[in-house]
């Protein structure tokens, strides 16, 4: 090969944080120290969604799936002694962005580092949180005027930052096609500048430094081909609309930048060894094609559908990045699909259709009107029970999941307890107790921070107002204000808002015609319903805790509906009393509990005692999501009728065993129906 500069790999990241400030800490210098180049931090579902560790919708989540931050002093040991200044950091944060920038910023002026010369990415991307992730805390307009507000303070004041990652990562989680992946993304980004423009906060002639800053964070899966196409449809779509809508004529701010973490949703809990060959493919469909090639990448562990990674595991990962950027020759060419037809039809096909979407979308009055109507919910969910009902029916094939199921003794899990990282349940009552002193000295030496009441009442005034929000959040910060005191402060002026959760409106997704297995399940529950004396069984799917990945919840109740079912779900973000209370409430037959986020051990057996109390001991409850093999055994003991976890993807099955547990709860004798 003629002689040419190697290209500089992408970003490696890590998406870390757990337990305490301390705790994480620690691991990003030990990941810094492996050759990682940048800072992924993951906050705890308190701190995403603004409350502090001790309200009640924190309990059993505090530490779980990141760090709680809970104001200053806590982001100033997540910090310590690595200097902001040098650092590219991505921060995973939409609803609570702004408050978690500021804390950021405060941190960085205490080392002395020039906030110009900050570098990172907040992902701030609302709209996904609506439709996938469920971390929303404002209505869509209010949450637009965040976001619109912290893109103009950080193009005055912190040049380099990404203030918005446009997310469509969770969204091919939540069932998303590559054509609606592109389009929901790109009428994301189109809402957000459109705000911007018209706040009147951003000058025209400075709309192409906005337009350079935004950069997005995508999914890849394990269809790489048609992947690879995808990213090269992002980078031609994103061209075409930045010049034609926004008018933007220097090359470099139109174009796509992206950072990638790869597919989660597709890692099994059966055979997991097969993840690591997964991944490899999936960071190669955003790695392999010079001219589409993702800024920074980051990618699971091969044990994430068993539980949260051990260091080895996310070590692991590091490495497999590390190989393809420094043992192969990837870097030294140009990019190698150039010419090809087949890639060439692919992208063409993608890009007319991803088009056609964003101008229905665009009909509907753009993505907040498609988010507050339902439309790109119930469009989400549609496409996700399609594919389930591929994988059920063995259309679409999962090794070791629905084909070549066989296999020898897993070395890696033979422990399973020690083969993913728990999180100490010790760690919440200690994170809560540092709150609480917070709190109580945060005036006091050595601190002396003003009194927090003014700063809040501030946030309030300028909230009621048009004024940027990013100046009084700042003064919050400093003053030692909580992120439960700065949301609910907001939540007082804004309101909180329920996403739509597009259950009532999908459509049937698979076959209930007689001899079929949902025929089969749809008798039982007719003949169960008959030997009740009730018109129809009634089904409470419930999220307790603030655990917002409800695909698994919406694909249950769209199947128990489908099955004859009356299906009570009332979404994402509900406190075991709540749920106890609409069970009895409904006079429901059966409970589904759904949470991903590791809280089932303190939230499940909450739920069974509240039931125990109010003498519904009649009502099964069934539990689903990550639960590790030992916790599921105690859950049972408590009292759980039966546990589903990733591996159990026959939903028409788990509709039947529902029925099973609501004989056997109700002493009816066991149904032998024909599937």
């Not at 109580?440 to 009442?457: G, I, V």
Request: hydrophobic content about 40%; charged content about 25%.
């Amino acid at each position: 090969m003629s002689e040419r500069q190697k290209d500089r790999p992408w970003l490696m990241r890590t998406y870390a944080g757990h337990s305490t400030a301390e705790a994480s800490n620690e691991l990003y210098r030990r990941n810094l120290a492996k050759g990682q180049t940048g800072l992924s931090v993951a906050f705890d579902l308190p701190t995403q969604t603004g409350y502090d560790s001790d309200h009640v919708l924190a309990r059993g989540e505090v530490g779980r799936v990141g760090v709680p931050i809970a104001h200053l002093g806590d982001m100033r040991r997540l910090f310590q002694d690595i200097p902001l200044e040098q650092m590219n950091t991505s921060m995973t944060i939409n609803a609570t962005a702004m408050w978690l920038l500021a804390l950021y910023q405060v941190v960085a002026e205490e080392q002395g580092a020039d906030i110009a010369e900050l570098q990172g990415t907040t992902q701030n991307d609302i709209v996904k949180e609506y439709l996938s992730r469920g971390t929303h805390v404002f209505p869509p307009g209010p949450s637009l005027r965040l976001t619109t507000d912290m893109i103009a303070y950080t193009v005055s004041h912190m040049p380099k930052w990404n203030p918005i990652n446009i997310c469509s990562y969770h969204l091919q989680e939540a069932g998303a096609t590559p054509v609606q992946e592109i389009a929901y993304a790109m009428s994301t980004a189109i809402a957000v500048l459109d705000a911007v423009r018209d706040s009147g906060q951003v000058p025209q002639e400075r709309m192409g430094d906005v337009v350079g800053r935004i950069s997005f964070f995508v999914n890849a899966g394990v269809r790489f081909i048609e992947e690879m196409c995808k990213m090269r449809a992002f980078g031609r779509i994103w061209d075409q609309v930045t010049r034609e809508r926004y008018g933007i004529e220097n090359p470099k701010h139109r174009r796509f930048r992206y950072g990638v973490q790869v597919n989660s949703l597709g890692l099994t809990e059966a055979q997991p060894e097969n993840n690591v060959q997964r991944i490899v493919l999936e960071m190669l469909a955003v790695t392999l094609s010079k001219d589409a090639r993702a800024r920074a990448v980051q990618l699971p562990a091969w044990n994430e559908a068993l539980g949260l990674p051990r260091p080895w595991d996310q070590q692991w990962s590091l490495r497999i990045q590390q190989v393809l950027a420094y043992e192969s020759d990837l870097l030294e060419y140009d990019d190698i699909f150039e010419g090809s037809k087949v890639i060439e039809a692919k992208v063409d096909e993608l890009v007319a259709d991803a088009l056609a979407e964003m101008r229905r979308i665009e009909e509907m009055g753009g993505a907040m009107a498609a988010v507050e109507s339902g439309y790109l919910k119930s469009q989400l969910v549609a496409s996700h029970a399609e594919r389930r009902a591929r994988i059920e029916s063995g259309e679409e094939k999962i090794v070791g999941v629905n084909a070549f199921e066989g296999t020898e003794p897993n070395p890696l899990t033979a422990d399973l307890d020690t083969a993913i990282q728990t999180v100490d349940p010790a760690v919440e009552a200690r994170v809560v107790a540092s709150l609480r002193n917070w709190r109580d000295s945060r005036y006091q030496p050595p601190f002396n921070h003003p009194r927090p009441c003014k700063a809040l009442e501030r946030l309030k005034e300028a909230a009621k107002g048009t004024e940027n929000l990013m100046e009084a959040t700042l003064e919050c910060a400093r003053s030692g204000v909580t992120t439960g005191e700065w949301a609910g402060a907001l939540r007082e002026v804004f309101g909180e808002f329920r996403a739509p959760t597009g259950v009532s409106s999908a459509p049937v997704a698979i076959s209930a015609e007689e001899g079929s297995a949902l025929g089969g399940v749809r008798r039982k529950v007719e003949l169960t319903a008959r030997d009740l004396g009730v018109g129809k069984l009634r089904f409470l799917v419930g999220k307790p805790g603030l655990d917002g990945h409800s695909n698994g919840a919406e694909q249950i109740a769209v199947r128990a509906r489908d099955a004859g079912f009356e299906v009570v779900y009332q979404g994402i973000r509900l406190t075991p009393e709540q749920i106890v209370d609409a069970a009895l409430a409904e006079d429901v037959h059966a409970v589904g509990l759904s949470i991903l986020s590791g809280s089932h051990a303190r939230l499940v057996p909450d739920v069974l005692d509240r039931l125990r109390v109010a003498g519904a001991t009649d009502i099964p409850v069934i539990a689903g999501g990550i639960i590790p093999n030992g916790d599921a055994e105690q859950l049972r003991a408590a009292g759980v009728a039966a546990v589903f976890t990733p591996k159990d993807f026959d939903i028409t099955g788990i509709i039947g065993r529902i029925v099973d547990e609501i004989r056997k709860a109700n002493k009816l004798d066991p149904l032998e129906v024909p599937a």
